[in-house]
């Protein structure tokens, strides 16, 4: 059984830009979260995916979106990178009622 | 607003010697908790969990504790051993319904060092 994947590990971009960050659910898994992490923080949740459609979101503004594709795979999007924008962010993936989530290793995005 | 405070940021003990965690919530309408581990380089895993119709749930070497009137959960790992090392976070799902287990209002997390 492969684990949830994300994609890249790191990346780094400068304010203005915009990324792409994907994620690949664990098999059997058709929900998908998405949180950001910043330094000596908790995990802070973004929005959630399920069955394609944004299922949640937290407190983050519409420049913060994403998608989830029928494979149950996923990407998150962030137009207009601001410097607070840098993070780790992590996708965690799991079955509806499911309350264990399985996260991946997540993408340290870091704007300058 | 920090709905789920963990107001240590690190814990420091001797291999064999009792863990506790402290976590306080503020949203009285959570009714379930989980304890999450992460160590660097790595997402966070699942470790424990309790129901608010509980006030102890065990697994092995983990416990978990939930005051409800005081709004307080506590995690003890008993004994303590260095592969423990790792960053705890508590969490509470947002809501109810069977996806609410994925939108998670965590806690800032308790650095844990376990001495050999």
């Known amino acids: 059984e492969t684990g949830v994947t994300q994609s890249p590990t790191h990346l780094i971009k400068t304010r203005g830009q915009q990324v792409t960050l994907r994620c690949s659910s664990q098999?059997?898994?058709?929900?998908v979260s998405w949180y950001q992490q910043a330094l000596g923080q908790g995990p802070q949740f973004i929005f959630q995916y399920y069955r394609e459609e944004e299922n949640g979101r937290g407190n983050f503004p519409p420049r913060f979106s994403g998608l989830q594709f029928p494979n149950y795979s996923s990407e998150l999007n962030v137009n207009a990178l601001e410097l607070d924008d840098s993070a780790l962010y992590l996708c965690?993936?799991?079955?509806?009622?499911?309350?264990?989530?399985?996260f991946g290793p997540g993408t340290r995005l870091l704007v300058l | 607003d920090q709905q789920v405070k963990q107001n240590s940021p690190s814990l420091s003990v001797q291999e064999g010697r009792i863990s506790i965690l402290n976590c306080d919530y503020t949203n009285s309408m959570f009714d379930y908790f989980l304890w999450y581990k992460k160590y660097p380089a790595e997402g966070p895993t699942f470790l424990i969990s309790i129901s608010s119709i509980k006030d102890k749930n065990e697994d092995g070497r983990f416990t978990v504790f939930l005051n409800k009137s005081a709004k307080h959960l506590s995690l003890h790992i008993v004994p303590s051993q260095p592969g423990d090392s790792a960053v705890y976070f508590c969490a509470a799902p947002k809501g109810a319904g069977g996806t609410s287990y994925g939108k998670l209002t965590f806690g800032q997390g308790t650095i844990l060092t376990v001495h050999p």
């Open positions: 965690a993936s799991s079955a509806v009622g499911g309350e264990t989530q399985y």
């Open positions: 098999s059997g898994h058709n929900t």
